[in-house]
């Protein structure tokens, strides 16, 4: 329970963008799963160590976390936890450049989703392969990816996962040249984004 409690924090300092007490709170849960043999919760605080040194830019190390989380998911036959750790690889090799890799990841972690049901975390992936393509120049599979991400936040109601699909959608028509379409599409964003208060 106190490890759980700390994950917790380190997970809401990250949500505040204070990450050196994020990594703090979860490096001390990370000893403590350890100490009671809890690899599960060992693999979480890993990917919230993940995320934290991702967030400094601290990439190599977010990648080593990232891929002892991933070990142990795929030790103990954690599927969920398994998707999430190839999902903070994908993220950190694309803040690296390395889109290829970035994609492989985000590819894996795709097909887990979609094996397990879990269609916000797939329509994520779909997201983060879109993004992935964008920065490739490859437009038009960018566009194939962000539109099945949207229709999947559509169908289950995630509104700032469709503003996100929206936007883009728009970038990759503005790459494009199709002007009045990524309008549209970065339009619509906007409207959902003040209407659910996201001022950012």
Do not use: M, T, V, W
């Amino acid at each position: 329970g106190e490890a759980n409690s700390l994950i917790g924090l380190g997970n809401a300092y990250y949500s505040l963008g204070r990450y050196p007490e994020a990594i703090a709170f979860c490096q001390q849960s990370l000893e403590i799963a350890r100490d009671i043999g809890d690899r599960r919760g060992e693999a979480n605080s890993l990917i919230g160590l993940g995320n934290a040194y991702k967030a400094l830019g601290r990439y190599q190390e977010a990648i080593a976390f990232y891929q002892q989380s991933l070990e142990i998911a795929r030790d103990i036959g954690d599927r969920q936890g398994e998707a999430n750790s190839l999902i903070g690889l994908g993220n950190a090799y694309k803040a690296l450049g390395r889109y290829q890799e970035a994609i492989a990841f985000h590819q894996q972690s795709l097909e887990i989703k979609r094996d397990i049901g879990d269609r916000k975390n797939e329509a994520a992936s779909l997201n983060n392969l879109g993004s992935a393509y964008y920065s490739l120049g490859r437009y038009q599979e960018a566009i194939a990816f962000h539109q099945q991400s949207l229709e999947i936040k559509r169908d289950i109601g995630d509104r700032q996962g469709e503003a996100n699909s929206l936007i883009g959608l728009g970038n990759a028509y503005y790459s494009l040249g199709r002007y009045p379409e990524a309008i549209a599409f970065c339009q619509q964003s906007l409207e959902i984004k003040r209407d659910i208060g996201d001022r950012r």
